[in-house]
């Protein structure tokens, strides 16, 4: 779950709360919408074997006609309209298959709590793209507006709920969860330009950057498409009122913040203990560290600490790919997953071309794995990447696979008996490990925070009970059974991040070494290690 404030942005935000608007944010947390229900999971349609075929033969097939040996006329736009034609087989089969199934159709609408859909949203945007992620978070840009003058910010996407009842309307800041501060909303004309790690630093206005963001989320989490273009139509209840008409909807802002980020914008876990499996006899710990729940904050704080971090060691160096069947299967399986996003919007309707829609989806999927590097592109394993814009990459795959991931990857509140020890209670946490290996030298890199390890962190043991505080868990799983949701999830979602378990091989370029290029391997493991709190 998501808690009431980000910590690494509330030292950025800079409104007085006397000055705001009301308290919108307060009231909005207390409102009961009846309303249809978001389509949060990925959908069960693109698990059922014929249509999981039919989907990876019309994705295999796209990137083939669209690849540079396709043989495709230099004279003929690459277009969803012109490519139709030559995946009119594919897509037929795939429509006939859907048209055929027994998909359960879900319910009208159901009663949802604002404070319960919150984190599903979150997961929804953050899960959209590798640059809404780190936008959400925040990250620095060069501001090209009057005041600013090209100075550096720390710009961040606002993601606002609102509801608006007759003439009434309110607001939330889904990310700090207070009421928004329009103050700091940048201008869609203002220019910025964006710094960090290899996010396309080509100056754009704000307004394009905004549209091009929810045309991604658009693509990649359908659900949203409602409430971010029309809104959707509620029957909300708020305290002392009766159930009233409304439109809820999504809208996107990007916000100014301060000119530096916070030195240690973390410090409320510096005293925690973050690898501790548990209290030893009479051991003690510093009083003051909390177990706060889930919020996105936690999955940002894998962020390096500081500039020099970031090209310390093997993070300054850089890395190729070098297995073309991973690769492959690598870009192949995330166009798939955008394509069975929409699975549901494909089955026969009154309304809508069936086959129009499948081929706008299929050129926008594929188009995210092919061509130039790019804005919201996911083609750095066709070229040397560095390591330190390697490792929030993977990070992010791993974490969009599923909101249980991401929710593990950022720490739950959780009591844990290991075998032989006494009840621990503290911060849960999925811990994914890159090692890069070359023939006389082995790194470990915690994908948490991109930071370099000695040797991997103490995992809790195998049959460790597990009792987990954050709904909607239920009841106490061990650590066996937590490994194989995660695993579950990667595999169905994400299965090239998956099999980097079993590790690909690269070619490091290592620029202090007199060796230079060496050929390697990459590996990526996970394990789970409790923060343990008084």
Known sequence: MVSSAVRSLTPWLQADPALLPGSTAATLGNTVCRMAPLAIERPT??????????????????????????????????????????????TGELLDLLTASTASVPPVSTLIPVPHLVPHLLWMLASSGYEVMRLIEGVQARIFSPQAQGAIRIVRLVPVLTLTLENTGYALDLVTQTDPVPALYLAEDIEIQLLENDLDGQPLPCGDLLTQVAKQVGYTQPGLGALLVDGCEVDALRPFQPWQNGVLHLRLHLAEMEALVPSQPYSSHSEAMPDALYLPPGGKQSAGTTVSGFTLDDFASTLVDGPDDATAGVLGDWLTFTDERWIQTFLSAYAEQIVAQHLPQMLPSPEGDREELCSHVTYAATDLVQGASGLFKHTFVHEPVLVADLWPRLRWHLAQSSERVMQLMGGVSAQVLPPGLSWQQGSLYLRPLMQLTTHNRSWIVDLGRGRL??????????EA????????????????????????????????????????????????????????????TWCFTLQTTL
Request: charged share 15%.
């Open 45 to 90: 349609l693109g698990r059922e074997p014929a249509i999981a075929a039919a989907v990876k033969q019309l994705v295999a097939q796209s990137l083939r006609l669209r690849s540079p040996l396709g043989g495709w006329p230099a004279d003929l736009p690459q277009t969803p309209d012109n490519l139709a034609p030559y995946l009119s087989e594919e």
């Open 453 to 462: 390890l000695p040797t991997a962190p103490q995992a809790l043991p195998a």
């Open 465 to 524: 009970a597990v009792d987990v505080a954050d709904a909607p868990w239920g009841p106490p799983l061990t650590v066996v059974d937590l490994t194989a949701l995660v695993d579950r999830d990667l595999s169905a979602h994400t299965p090239a991040i998956a099999a980097l378990r079993q590790g690909t091989p690269i070619h490091l370029h290592r620029l202090d070494a007199e060796a230079g290029c060496q050929a390697g391997q990459l590996i990526l």
